[in-house]
């Protein structure tokens, strides 16, 4: 894979993965104000000012709450399964997390790189990542785990391509993207599950389109992710072995970031059909789209959707 065809396929992957007072310790960064997300919560990043920050809202888009206010772009917030912490990178390739019950956000202890896309295990207990890595002449990105009371840090998957978007189907699968390139030049990107008990990794679908952006419905057992597999980009689910696809969205617009409601019945995703990218909802089966506005009529640009 050329140079640029990776430099570009990287800029479109992290493209797609406000302290309202702010006091800087020796620790990290606290915020005051904050309190333990509620259920059914989504945390998002939206263009508000001149940079991407880190926001809170309840799944019907109302009691929005800035979380960061920095210069940087804050990216890809990855709430926990008890809604008390969110992960999530920033522009400078680091990963931080905010504790919503003590206000306090924590830049984590990594080796020196670029780091973004975390993501929780069910218990809570780790965070997976991409690592990347950028020279002149390659670029490579490989999948990270961060255990959260140890602070180990160890290379999970590392394979041809480059891995993106890692989340976790049940506590011993990871699903992922890889990039590779395709017929002629073309670069695409397809799913692949790693099983951690037996380090095996396997393909969920064969495919000449990009299939990313994956995340799993532990009461559905089924898989949600953005393809663009009839043009542009739509919302699809898949069962956990690669079978029974389903097409949920079908329209001009690129649909992507697909994330599940807690009890699987509805996904939150990025579209922008409006010209911008906004926050919108639909059933599992496809049926009651439903606009999310958790700035009012203010047109302000979302994306990397977490709802839990």
């Known amino acids: 894979m050329s140079f640029s065809h990776r430099r570009v396929l990287w800029l479109m992957g992290i493209g797609f993965a406000g302290f309202c007072l702010v006091t800087l310790g020796v620790l990290g960064l606290k915020v005051r104000g904050i309190a333990e997300a509620p259920a059914g919560a989504i945390a998002f990043v939206a263009y508000r000012g001149d940079s991407w920050n880190l926001f809170l809202m309840s799944e019907a888009g109302s009691g929005v709450r800035q979380l960061t206010k920095t210069p940087i772009d804050e990216r890809a917030p990855a709430l926990s399964q008890d809604r008390k912490v969110i992960a999530y ?14 206000d306090r956000h924590v ?12 993501r929780w295990s069910p218990d809570g207990e780790e965070l997976v990542f991409v690592a990347h890595e950028a020279t002149a002449q390659s670029e490579d990105a490989d999948i990270l785990s961060y255990q959260m009371k140890t602070g180990k840090v160890k290379t999970v998957i590392k394979q041809t391509g ?4 890692p989340t976790f189907a049940g506590r011993y699968r990871i699903l992922y993207s890889t990039a590779l390139v395709g017929p002629g030049t ?23 389109a990009n299939d990313m952006q994956p995340d799993y419905s532990r009461g559905r057992q089924r898989i949600a992710f953005a393809s663009n597999k009839e043009g542009s980009f739509d919302l699809w689910t898949v069962d956990e072995q690669g079978h029974n696809l389903q097409r949920l969205t079908s329209d001009p617009a690129a649909e992507t ?52």
């Open 89 to 102: 990178s920033n522009s400078n390739g680091e990963l931080w997390t905010v504790n919503l019950t003590n």
């Open 107 to 118: 830049k984590l202890n990594l080796p020196k790189g670029f780091y973004n896309s975390p």
């Open 162 to 165: 480059i891995q993106m978007y």
């Open 186 to 208: 073309q670069v695409i990107q397809q799913l692949w599950s790693y099983d951690l008990q037996k380090g095996r990794a396997e393909q969920l679908l064969m495919s000449n």
């Open 257 to 308: 970031n697909p994330c599940w409601s807690p009890d699987g019945s509805r996904l939150v995703f990025v579209s922008n059909r409006s010209g911008q990218s906004e926050l919108w909802t639909i059933r599992a089966d496809g049926q009651d789209m439903k606009k999310l506005s958790p700035f009012g009529v203010e047109a302000v640009p979302v994306k990397d959707p977490d709802w839990k």
